[in-house]
C-alpha cells in the first residue's frame, strides 16, 4: 500500500541542535545495523522505517557494512526509501560510514585511506539509489594512516556533494581534536562524533570526549544506548531465543555476568519506581546532557520502537535519582 507519512510526525519529537552547526537532530535516531539485513523481514524493517518516520525520527544511520551480508542494509533501506520514502528526501537526514572490513583485497579491508573511503562513499550511494547522504563518517581512527589523509577524504567527499557534512566515530579525545583541526583548515567543519555511549558503557564522560566536543562545537550522537539490549530487562531471565545475545556475535553471552545482572536489576526496579521501563529510562538518562545531540539506537520490532518512542515522555531526572542510579551505572 503507498504510504502517506502522519501529519502529526512533528508533534511529539524534539531536535537539539548538532554542535554549532545548523543542523537539527532528534533526540531518537534509528540504526540499521542489525536488523535490515537480508535475514531480517522486510515487511518488518518498512513498517519500523514507517513507524519511525511518522514519530518525527528524521535521522537514519547505516555503514557500508550492516546486514547481514554487508551492504544489505543499505540496500535494503535503498529499497524501502524509493518505495516510501523519496518523497520525503528533504526531510531525512542519511548518514553512513567506511572504516571496518568490506571488500576483498588491500583497499576494502578498511582503516582509513582515501582510496577505501571514496570507493566506499560511492558503493554505498549506489546501493542506496542516492546521489549524496547527509553525514560521511570515518568509522574508526586508523593509527596507520596518516589522520590528513582521512580527513582529506572526508573533505573531498563533502565538496563533491556525495555529502553534506562530515563525521567521526569512536575517536579518542585527542585524535578527535587533531581531526577536528585538520577539518577545519580545510575548511569543511566536523560536524559529530559517533561514540558508543550507555549506562553501562561511560567513557565518553570519563575520558574527556564531551569537554572536547563541547569546546570544538561538534555534536554527539551515541550509539548502543542500550548496550545491545542489555538494558532492556530483556536477560533478567535468562537469554531469549530470539534475542542478540542469542542469535548475533556482537553480544558475546559472557557479557551477562551475575555482577552485571544484579546492575541491570536495580536500574529496572528504578525505572518502574519511575513508571518506566528500563529501555525507556536508559534512553531518558543518556539524554540527559545536552551536548549528546541525538541517540542511534537499534529496535528489531514495532513492539521495541513504540516502547523505545516512549522514553520521550519522562526525560526528567531529580538529583537523587541520578546519584541512585550512579551507584549502579557503571563501566
Ligand atoms: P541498542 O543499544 O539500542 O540495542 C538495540 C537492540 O536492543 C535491538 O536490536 C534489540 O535487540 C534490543 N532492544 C531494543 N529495544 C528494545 C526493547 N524495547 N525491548 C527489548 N529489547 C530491545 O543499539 P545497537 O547496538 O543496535 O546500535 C544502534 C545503532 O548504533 C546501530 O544500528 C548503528 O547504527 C549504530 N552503531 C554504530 C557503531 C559505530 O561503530 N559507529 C557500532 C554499533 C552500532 P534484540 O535483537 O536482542 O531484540
Known sequence: MTYLADDARYDAMTYRRTGRSGLDLPLLSLGLWQNFGDRSPLDTQRAVIRRAFDAGITHIDLANNYGPPYGSAERNFGRILREDLAPYRDELVISTKAGYDMWPGPYGQGGGSRKYLLASLDQSLARMGLDYVDIFYSHRFDPTTPLEETMG????????????????SSYSPADTRRAAAILADLGTPLLIHQPSYSMLNRWIETEGLLDAVEELGVGVIAFSPLAQGMLTGKYLGGVPDDSRAATG?????TLLTEQALTHIRALDAMARDRGQTLAQMALAWALRDTRVTSLVMGARNLEQLEQNLGALANLEF??????????????
Not at 153 to 168: E, F, M, N, P, Q
Not at 249 to 253: E, F, H, I, R, V
Not at 318 to 331: G, M, N, T
Request: no cysteine; net charge negative.
Open 153 to 168: 577524504a572526508l573533505d573531498t567527499a563533502v565538496r563533491s556533494g556525495k555529502a553534506l557534512y562530515a563525521g567521526i
Open 249 to 253: 556475535t556482537s553480544l558475546a553471552p
Open 318 to 331: 531529580s538529583d537523587e535519582e541520578l546519584a541512585a542510579i550512579d551507584q549502579h551505572a557503571v563501566d
